[in-house]
């Protein structure tokens, strides 16, 4: 057996809906880790996206483990549909803690919205029902796997 597959055993993980979340979580994890990625290798889904950040990308700092919490905050209210909130968080300010510099809110813009899409398109080209819970589930695994790395760190 394989080291994924001893992890999920011993993680007790059941049901497929889980294990799909968990393996979506770490593909997100590795576009944290990995980043900036070069932007050659991106399939650009938006053409403003694309204008806005692809000659930017490789100067842009990496995610630190705070500002992937705050991803996670943040894609837990899109997963919502929390609208209001949202607004009310970034012009709150709710960014200033992990975004100390304009390289890092972009970085942060940059993967919230990178991060949501490969969710959303993850998701929606699975055979399993994936629910809004599941969409959860994968933050919570991204959530994890960024703890247990700056815990190790």
């Not at 630190?64 to 300010?93: N, P, Q, T, W, Y």
């Not at 933050?139 to 960024?146: D, I």
């Amino acid at each position: 057996m394989g080291k994924l597959e001893n992890w999920i055993i011993d993680n007790q993980m059941h049901s497929s809906a889980e294990v799909l979340a968990d393996l979506i979580g770490a593909e997100m994890h590795e576009r944290c880790n990995e980043f900036p990625p070069h932007p050659d290798t991106l399939e650009w889904h938006n053409a403003t996206f694309e204008r806005r950040f692809k000659n930017a990308l490789l100067g842009l700092p990496p995610p630190d483990s705070a500002m992937v919490a705050m991803l996670c905050k943040v894609l837990d209210m899109e997963i919502d549909h929390e609208v209001e909130e949202l607004d009310r968080f970034i012009k709150d300010g709710g960014l200033t803690s992990v975004c100390p510099t304009a390289a890092h809110h972009e970085t942060f813009h940059f993967l919230w919205q990178s991060l949501l899409h490969h969710l959303e398109e993850r998701s929606s080209s699975l055979e399993v029902p994936f629910k809004r819970k599941d969409k959860h589930r994968v933050v919570e695994s991204l959530r994890k796997r960024a703890l247990m790395v700056h815990l190790a760190s």
